[in-house]
């Protein structure tokens, strides 16, 4: 067996401040999809997330609580790491900034920094955002009417002592590696947009890394003190986007780095995109493969806000994965949730809508009347026909799907290659509908009326059934469990639940996996239909 190759996806560490809601359950379903994808087709995968402690706001929160600042974090990192799992999200670990693993290695590449010159101190005033703990640029400052850009609260003016790190130095190699590297900033709009602003004749400035401790304020002393000069915390961002480097590298997961994709929201682009190659540079390591930056989610055709109260939050999100608009009480299960964030999402560079309607719509269209109509409807033929067992196929009874099963592979591995999990996605339901046409077009059912067309009438469900657990197979990194269920009642293999197989991805899609007399199980419906006059979830 060939070593597998590594395979390094991650995830923004989420500040513990905020409550989990559908943006950070999105990314990091995002990044468990493409991690079970790469898992199931045979890469030794690490996939990382965790939560960004060293905000000032813990701080202040955690006095607000009567707890520690620790004790505060403890409390939210919990709440993450309880998302996660309800959205049944594979993460190989989960890394806290306030961990020693994470911090003593953060101080080990700032004082290497430090000796090499890149961190030096220097002199800096500017207009500070304290509600997004950042500095923001002049021109950025007087666009905005010196309020911040993403709050709207005063900007204040700062001029403190602080230790800088050389960006100007990286500027032209940056450039350089973007221009020669299509695929390392995507989608292709983020990816002009970075270029846009490297070109502009204001150029990169060195960036401060540190902050003042005072004394007399608690929240400047929450964090990772600068090696070698106690009076300086290294600013939160700096400390954070070294998680990405500082969890593997250990002996044994250093294989991993550097990191195929980093996936992210358009919010962060700028740190992931400009800061953290250029520091990955000045410490000589190789650079990411790709940054995927998504765009948002949007609720119902409105920006989600805090003074909207418009957040779907994770109650909301659990009450979608809860709630059974059936007859049979059935409830649709988180894989119907993966199913629509993971398929309707914002990928790519337009914002993406969670309406309620198009939530129902799109999970009976594609997995009620979808994969659960074909994968129904040829289990009760097979159970009426052919007792249960799967038939004998023939490859004289040619069909749509066999043709189209080669390149679905090939499309997906591509599709994946480059995040584009909707796009893979399309093709599978695609394919999932030709069974559904091919049945109504042979008519298997009218054939049965006649003993003498049995064999004709096997070798025809024989490739709906194949067809079925192909899709399967390929569905299962969105929609591990009822995939899992699927696989079992066609009596085959169902994913580890790390989403792993134990035969490679190319035998799995080869058509004719299935053997002639496996038992068929129907089970009961799979993705039962929601009634769409069904009230909607109650915390929604
Ligand atoms: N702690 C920093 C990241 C440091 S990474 C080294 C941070 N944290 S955050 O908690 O604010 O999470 C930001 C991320 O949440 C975004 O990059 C994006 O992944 C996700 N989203 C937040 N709101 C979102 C939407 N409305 N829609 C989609 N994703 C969004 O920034």
């Known amino acids: 067996m060939p070593t597998p190759v590594p395979y390094y996806i991650t995830t923004p560490i989420y500040y513990v401040n905020d409550r989990p809601h559908i943006g950070h359950c999105y990314t990091t379903l995002v990044a468990d999809c493409a991690a079970r994808f790469q898992r199931l087709a045979g890469r030794d995968v690490f996939f990382l997330t965790g939560t960004d402690e060293h905000a ?31 959205f049944n999200c594979s993460n190989n670990d989960f890394v806290r900034t306030t961990e020693p693993r994470h911090k003593e290695k953060v101080e080990a590449y700032v004082r290497k920094l430090q000796s090499t010159g ?14 997004q703990e950042e500095y923001v640029t002049e021109t950025t400052a007087r666009e905005s009417n010196f309020k911040s850009p993403v709050t709207g609260r005063d900007l204040v003016k700062r001029t403190e002592k602080n230790y800088f790190f050389r960006l100007s130095k990286y500027q032209d ?7 020669s590297n299509e695929g390392f900033l ?35 002393a929450w964090g990772i003190l600068m090696p070698n000069d106690p009076s300086h915390r290294i600013y939160v961002w700096i400390d954070a986007l070294f998680n990405y480097l500082s969890v593997v590298d250990t002996n044994d997961r250093r294989k991993y780095w550097p990191a195929n994709v980093h996936a992210i929201g358009k919010d962060i682009l700028w740190f992931h995109a400009v800061i953290w190659p250029c520091l990955l540079m000045a410490l000589g390591e190789q650079l990411p493969g790709c940054v995927y930056a998504h765009s948002y989610w949007i609720r119902e055709g409105r920006k989600m806000s805090k003074s909207l109260g418009n957040f779907l939050d994770l109650e909301t999100l659990k009450a979608y994965a809860e709630w059974a608009p059936n007859k049979e009480g059935i409830p649709l299960g988180i894989d119907a949730l993966r199913w629509y964030l993971l398929t309707q999402g914002p990928l790519g560079a337009t914002d993406a809508d969670f309406a309620h309607n198009k939530f129902v719509e799109v999970y009976n269209a594609d997995l009620a009347n979808g994969i659960g109509n074909a994968a129904s409807r040829v289990s009760n033929m097979i159970e009426k026909y052919f007792e249960g067992k799967c038939p004998q196929g023939n490859p004289a009874e040619s069909s749509p799907m066999h043709s189209s099963a080669g390149s679905l592979l090939s499309h997906s ?6 995040l584009s999990i909707d796009g893979a996605y399309a ?7 030709e069974i559904d046409t091919y049945i109504t077009e042979t008519s298997p059912f009218k054939l049965a009326k006649d ?46 639940p790390d989403g792993s197989f134990s035969k490679p991805l190319s035998e799995l899609c080869t058509w004719g996996g299935l053997k002639p007399g496996t ?9 039962p239909r929601a009634e769409a006059d069904a009230a909607p979830p109650s915390a929604a």
């Open 413 to 418: 591995g591509d599709a994946f290659q480059s």
């Open 451 to 496: 003993l003498a067309n049995m064999p004709r009438v096997g070798a025809i469900l024989y490739n709906c059934a194949e067809a079925i657990r192909i899709a399967a197979v390929l569905l299962s990194p969105a929609m591990p469990t009822k995939m899992a269920d699927l696989l079992t009642r066609l009596g085959q293999e169902s994913p580890r």
């Open 186 to 220: 995507r989608p292709e709009a983020r990816r002009n947009e970075v270029l846009g602003r490297l070109r502009t004749p204001e150029g990169l400035q060195d960036i401060p890394v540190s902050r003042a401790v005072d004394a007399s304020d608690p929240r400047s």
């Open 427 to 433: 093709r599978v339901i695609a394919f999932t509908r």
């Open 118 to 131: 890149d961190i030096y101190l220097g002199d800096y005033e500017g207009w500070y955002d304290p509600s």
């Open 56 to 86: 000032e706001k813990v701080v202040d929160s955690a006095k607000a609580h009567d707890m520690t600042p620790l004790q505060w974090a403890d409390r939210n990192a919990a709440a993450f790491k309880d998302a996660f799992k309800l």
């Open 173 to 179: 190699a940056l450039k350089k590696y973007i221009e």
């Open 519 to 527: 038992p068929i199980t129907k089970g009961p419906a799979l993705f």
